[in-house]
């Protein structure tokens, strides 16, 4: 088979020059335990008249809960609750996009996007897709967005993905899952309430939070690494021991997984993933694996990589008493342990990252086959 | 004689309800050793036409020097060389401004800082005076600018104010040394090249590189910090102790206290200063002292408010073989002694910040004449 060898979950150069990425930034963020309360004077000033409503994307588990209530809408608002059970999809976003078209005369005045990774991704995509013409898939790639997007906003209810500030929307698409990676991806406004992270359930709270830790190990340990990134990752990684390994409150540590998440995706500006993100890769591409749980599980087995991150995982997962799936790969035929392995080593850019410029010789498909046979 | 309350050197929040400041962050940021390069490229599409000129305001020190003849002109556009020995004042702004209404029929396409935090300030300033009528001076203060600046653009040649990132620009007004707080004064792009930050001479790198420590010292351990300026602030702290502490080369020490002062200067978003800004603040008033000079000669002093912030300021000091003046305060009257005193303890909502609420039963006008005294 053909591997995709564009497919990376992250925002990341691959050539040297691109170590010197223009790189935007989220223009304004609000912090604070209860700063959702601001939400209706934050967006005030953004509506363009009555019937340009704001349209809002909310992860569909707080139906019926109290932040639905406390959604500032006014005139033709719409709240639109989403599942989050699967990955966002380009057809998904097309639907929506559609929809919000016909329902609406006027063009939106914003979307805004509350919830997990997932949320946030289909609130970015939606806001660009509602200027860009086309399907949401045709974008899928570096820079293809020409058109700037529609106001929109980030609001994390889980921290971990580092959506809320990268310049990426990552989608699964008919052919390729890939990021649309553009400057108008980026939100025009994050509001970061840690409070909003209350009552995610402890087997969620831990993959998610993981995605930002592994990710921090990986990059921080790579060669693409510059100083800025490695400022961020190093503070992403402090505050991931702070909460996964110290003994602090629930409301510190809800704070400070939003700082680690914050942080986390700044440093992917000039940094890549590597192993733990190229193997977990093989896994959603052949069993549908999910990424915050398939970078766990993967990761478990790569102390020959990532000797301290990996012995800090192990304590993490102990002292949270997280069970990790096992037997994943048992029943796997030989075709697709191949084609797991040939999706795994497709992923140049992260092996280059985490090996150097002569990986090839340093990894082989049997090193890849023993690890996926234990996992 | 009276006091006035508002002068601070950075842009804080002093009520409860700032803590959820909408704070607008940098949108557009290139880091790299040779990123300057990328200027060029980078001014090209917000150029208006051959007749709306970039202004490019320049620290004379680089007069003659090969960075003078890599600043990217072509057109009309005009670099303009200005002194940074003094600090920047309300009236250099208006006559920059004049000067280029003048020369120009078209208003500039931007304006480009090149230099310390004078410099960076000067371009801030200037931008913002570009679009609002009247006099600089009209807007020190908070909020008080409600016309979007033309572009501008901040190229640190040295590291520690945070000026590149911060919401603000400090000037000496004809009443008052207040900066120009607002949502447009933040830089539309800046440039991080740590190149450009060779040949700074020794005393000038430790003391603005000072400047950024002791902020962070100030805030780290003040009332008034949340866990996103918490965050900032500890990884500014951290670099700073490897830089000024470790041993590293030279090019890691000009990258990490690049790194610093942008991670020192967003923590500024929700903290507030303390003890050494307020009398260094007395210094300045009294005997004009400089900022970065006068944080170092009253922050030796501090032992009682920071033991482990002296300890390791005494240790930096020691290791660069600083020499800081003294006698500074010998030949003062007693009625100069007084005003010094009575403008550090006008500064409230720094002491509030550095001793808590009830502040005034923590401090006394002879506890700071007796550390007058020692500088």
New interface residues.
Partial sequence: MEVNKEITLKNIPTKASE??????????????K??FE?LGD?LMPKRKHSEAPMIFLVDDVFEGTELLRRIPTIFSDQIILISAEEEPKTIQVDALVKMIKDQFVEMPSGVIGIGGGTLLDLAKAVAIMLTNKGDASSYQGWDLVHKKAIYHVGIPTISGTGAEVSRTTVLLGPEKKLGINSDYTTFD?VV?D?ELTKGVPKEQWFYTGMDCYIHCIESLTGTYL???SQ??G??SL??CKEVFLGNITAD?SR??L??AS??GGMSI??SQVGVAHAMSYGLGYVLGVKHGIGNCLVFKYLKDFYPEGVRLFEEMVQKHQIELPSGICENLTDAEMDTMISVALGMEPLWENALGKNWKSKISSEKLRSIYKKI
């Fill in positions: 170590h010197y990425r223009n790189f935007p930034m989220v223009p304004r963020v609000v912090y604070g209860g700063s601001q934050i406004q970061l840690p510059n100083a800025f400022s961020y190093e503070k402090d505050l510190d704070e400070k939003m700082m914050w942080h500006a000039y």
